[in-house]
């Protein structure tokens, strides 16, 4: 696009073109020409888009070498030991993984020695370590580091359920759950990762990271530099907040000088999960800032949830003011089921083991002698709020996408004959795209492999159910995808699943998990493929040696999260039982899940929020959420330079579900790194925040995860047991409840 060319920068980020080609694939010329007709301001050098293409290749060597023997064995090993990590920091009270980005430092040392001390044998070392091996190991550690959901299951049925599953069943309900969703991605690339506004945020720090590392000019070397004198420099700061002083996590000036109201706990603590909702505490630990990606989303993705996070901390307490639901009944935040006990005047943990059989299905009759469930108020109005924003994730890619969409489907292959295609797409027709049969074939053992896990676990998930949960997931893996794809933030089917299941399969706690576990993590999966083929499309890698890597991640992600998972349930279950936790061990992962399998799968949804229940609500909110973007569509169409299209009521709701959950003592100091980095920097000191501000975001995020591997491991009992804790003093009350002294002195 020339410069003095205007484009409708509103509803989207501004799309990069070829010079000698104005319209994009999946635009018609007559769409092209309304939207510039609406332009409101001239092309914004700061749009995501430009950013994209001053990180991503513009250019490519058809002839490095990436499916090499070290590029498999390194990543291979460094895919064990994070998929590892990232499961044992499950179980934390904040848990930072070892990062993706780590993973690759460790690699670029590795690979950079290998190819300057192994013998120059082709298949051993066919020469300088290159940028498109380094992104191969990337996407293999990618797909192994996470904890894979069908975990979930595993650890609360092994806390909560009699008769869970072996250790075969359990390794390979992780694989069949963890591959199916690949099968959906390879049909949606043509809406999530060949267009170029599908930016994927979240991966631009990596893509900045791989292009300086192996970049050979001068100023790449100065940033390659840079970046390790950020991670130095955290790693040694890091360790402070971690064992030293960890009460730099969260300082509550209020909590400080009133240390015996409830209330300051509630409204100004928030050091631990559910300590309260962290109302201007301070943190200086970036394990802490790091959870809401402040150098990374863009300031209006950012600016949304926020503001979700401001009308949550005007809103819960209130609830709990008022009492709604009976909410001084129970915690003012928490993530488990209680049953209230007139006698005592005391709400207790519900006790589940009294109303299921020994099959793990409901037993009525012990359920009317014992009563139903009761959530905490605010954990209850977070399932109206996630409810919310599954259907108003899907009406917002109706209003702002929907024509795109369409266009885009109906357009593209012929654009791509006539050559109309941006700078990435054109560059990526040098590599043979994997064929879309191989997507069909994963996508059916997937569910083969599902169906058999099913019956063989003993999980009463009947075959036609299974079918059902991952046609639900395949149908909504667009449009939630594409807000990820867009925003960098989310939204799943957890909810949205359970409640169908439970109304097809009521009284079957186990069989719900297994029904949200496929039609959860089905669509997350295909949208974390999405990404790393998009990153692979950034940095030129064949598309058939990114699926190859993708696969071989899985199986071997798969295999440590189960030894991992095992060994820390099996050593550590009472802490994990425990609402509270400690602050090296925490539950609220598997007590979360089985608090859903209870009520939406053992006692059902209509007995637990139809009508004339309390929590009525939650259901009504599926229907509700679809009209929530409506409103601000509707000003944007008549006022369409008021930027009321930046009004993202699916980022809204992100913020709204921040709690409960999660600590919060971040929030405050991540929202004035927000505008220092994507307001200030961005706009004033363009050059610096291409060149460096990823590098600095992925520099804090790997210092940070190392060092919280090694205090895990090192001093806290994570690899043989014994806690070595520091001494107490002010900055380290580990003897009290809260470590930011919130309710120091309480009487309760």
């Known amino acids: 696009m020339n410069e003095g060319e205007k484009k409708d920068i509103a509803a989207t980020p501004e799309i990069y073109y070829d010079a000698d080609d104005s319209n994009p694939p999946w635009e018609t010329p007559n769409k092209l020409k309304q939207e510039e007709a609406a332009a409101v301001d001239e092309q914004d050098p700061d749009s995501d888009i430009n950013v994209v293409n001053e990180l991503a290749s513009m250019e490519d060597d058809t002839t490095l070498p990436c499916f090499t023997l070290r590029a498999v064995f390194v990543g291979s090993l460094l895919a064990c030991l994070s998929a590892s990590v990232y499961q044992l920091m499950l179980f934390k009270p904040v848990g930072l993984p070892l990062s993706n980005t780590f993973m690759l430092m460790v690699a670029y040392v590795i690979c950079n020695a290998w190819a300057r001390y192994l013998p120059p044998v082709h298949w051993l070392n066919p020469g300088p370590f290159n940028v498109k091996e380094h992104t191969c190991i990337y996407v293999l550690v990618s797909a192994a580091n996470t904890s894979a959901y069908a975990t979930y299951i595993l650890s609360a049925q092994e806390l909560y359920y009699a008769n869970p599953p072996g250790a075969a069943g359990s390794i390979f309900l992780l694989f069949a759950t963890q591959i199916v969703g690949y099968g959906i991605a390879g049909q949606l690339r043509q809406f999530l990762v060949y267009p170029p506004d599908m930016i994927w945020p979240t991966s631009l720090p990596t893509v900045s990271l791989l292009r300086t590392l192996n970049s050979s000019k001068a100023e790449a070397k100065w940033r390659t530099r840079f970046f390790f004198i950020v991670f130095l420099g955290m790693f040694t700061y890091e360790f402070i907040p971690q064992y030293l002083f960890p009460l730099l996590g969260g300082i509550s000036v209020f909590c400080l000088a009133n240390t015996s109201s409830v209330w300051f706990q509630r409204l100004f603590g928030g050091l631990a999960v559910n300590e309260g909702l962290g109302i201007l505490q301070l943190s200086f630990d970036w394990n802490y800032l790091s959870a809401m990606n402040p150098l990374v989303l863009p300031l209006w993705v950012q600016i949304n949830v926020f503001g979700g996070i401001l009308l949550m901390w005007l809103l819960y307490p209130l609830i709990y003011h008022y009492n709604i639901w009976d909410a001084q009944k129970f915690p003012f935040l928490s993530n488990s089921i209680y049953l209230f006990n007139e006698t005592s005047g005391q709400s207790e943990i519900y006790p589940q083991h009294l109303v299921l059989n020994a099959d793990n299905s409901l037993n009525q009759t012990m359920l009317d002698v014992v009563g139903r469930p009761s959530f905490p108020a605010t954990s209850a ?47 990526m027709q040098s590599y043979k795209e994997v064929p879309a049969w191989w997507y069909y074939t994963i996508f059916v053992i997937g569910i083969a492999l599902n169906i058999a896990i099913a019956y063989i676990n003993n999980s009463q998930l009947p075959w036609w159910g299974v079918i059902l949960a991952i046609a639900i997931s395949t149908v909504l893996s667009l449009p939630l995808n594409l807000i990820t794809a867009v ?134 909110a599926f229907i509700i959420g679809f009209a929530l973007p409506l409103p601000f569509w509707l000003l944007h169409k008549r006022f369409p330079k008021f930027g009321f299209d930046r009004v993202n009521i699916p980022m809204i709701l992100v913020g709204l579900c921040v709690l409960p959950g999660a600590a919060t003592s971040y929030i405050t100091v991540a929202f004035c790194l927000v505008i220092g980095s994507q307001w200030y920097l961005r706009r004033y000191r363009r050059n610096w925040f291409v060149k460096y501000n990823y590098l600095v975001s992925t520099g804090l995020d790997s210092a940070t995860s190392l060092m919280v591997f090694f205090v895990a491991f090192a001093l806290h009992g994570a690899a043989d047991g014994n806690d070595h804790p520091f001494p107490i003093w002010w900055g380290n009350r580990q003897d009290a409840k809260y470590l930011d002294y919130c309710c120091l002195n309480c009487d309760q």
């Open 381 to 427: 109005v977070n399932y109206v709020f996630i409810n919310f924003a599954v259907t108003a994730s899907i009406a917002h890619v109706v209003l702002y996408y929907g024509k795109r969409l369409w266009l885009n489907m109906r357009n593209t292959r012929q654009h791509f004959k006539e050559g109309k295609m941006d700078i990435h797409m054109r560059l």
């Open 487 to 620: 925003t960098g933030q989310g939204f799943g089917l957890n909810v949205f699943a359970e409640m169908i299941c439970g109304f097809i399969l009521p009284g079957l706690p186990v069989a719900n998990m297994y029904f949200k576990t496929l039609g959860f993590n089905t669509l997350s999966q295909a949208g974390l493929m999405a990404n790393d083929l998009k990153i692979g499309h950034y940095l030129k890698v064949p598309p058939r040696v990114v699926f190859f890597n993708q696969i071989l991640g899985t199986i071997l992600g798969s295999l440590f999260n189960y030894i991992v998972n095992d060994n820390v349930v099996t050593n550590e279950r009472e802490i994990l039982l425990n609402p509270v936790g400690s602050n090296i061990w925490n539950g609220a992962t598997p007590q979360t899940i089985n608090s859903a399998a209870i009520t939406w799968g053992a006692i059902g949804p209509m007995a637990m929020f139809g009508p004339g229940t309390r929590y009525y609500i939650v259901l009504w």
